[in-house]
């Protein structure tokens, strides 16, 4: 497992990839697959980097957006790195929090994964004050796929982080056992998540019920 600790002068958002790189006057737009399209001045951007930023929308590369502090890179960027994936486990801490809940959270990493016995996936956490803009945001997560070759876990220092690092987890362990697939499919049913609703969907209750029982024996471990 590998721990990337920025100690730079840039905001950085959570790694996601390129839809379309598109340009209105002398500003560049990036539209992502998080639903967020990100700009930066041309003038700004070398044409070896415009190069690098069109192929990444090619070749299903993932980005880190930077910007100077205190600007958000999720409205404007100055800059971006191309994610490179070689552990099976990849922490990137953002986070300006406690470092004794960041601690916690890298050494409780191996430990679910055994927990749940995921084996075979590689998986980026990322560790963040605030993900997507959203203060009620505590995680996520993304599963692999036929574009993206590991999964990706998104987590916030909140008082119930440790819940939610184990929630997550568990939903990397749902994609790796194969009964969460895209599209909705739990155990090789589709589920309307309109009509089933957030709370009751399945891989949702599943997740609150492994996370629970992982977080008493995460803290009797300690006791």
């Known amino acids: 497992m590998k721990t990337h600790k920025p100690t730079d002068n840039y905001n950085r958002t959570t790694p996601t990839w390129v839809r379309k790189v598109r340009t209105e006057g002398n500003i560049v737009l990036v539209d992502c697959w998080d639903e967020v399209t990100r700009k930066c001045k041309g003038e700004f951007i070398e044409q070896e980097k415009m190069n690098e930023l069109m192929l990444s929308s090619l070749m299903d590369n993932q980005i880190i957006f930077k910007s100077f502090k205190p600007w958000n890179p999720d409205e404007w960027f100055i ?52 993900l997507r ?25 909140k008082d119930d982080y440790m819940d939610t690092l184990f929630h997550e987890l568990r939903h990397v362990a749902q994609y790796e056992k194969g009964v969460l697939k895209e599209g909705c499919f739990w155990k090789g049913i589709e589920v309307d998540r309109e009509e089933v609703g957030y709370w009751n969907l399945p891989w949702e209750v599943d997740a609150r019920k492994a996370a629970a029982i992982l977080c008493d024996r995460w803290k009797n471990r300690h006791d």
């Open 79 to 130: 800059d971006f790195d191309v994610v490179e994936f070689k552990d099976q486990v990849e922490v990137y801490d953002y986070s300006t929090g406690s470092s004794e809940a960041v601690n916690e959270i890298i050494s409780a990493i191996p430990w679910a994964m055994n927990q749940y016995r995921i084996n075979n996936s590689k998986i980026m956490i990322v560790i963040k004050d605030e």
């Open 133 to 157: 803009n959203r203060e009620d945001l505590g995680g996520y997560a993304q599963g692999s796929n036929r574009i993206l070759p590991y999964n990706t876990v998104a987590i916030t220092l």
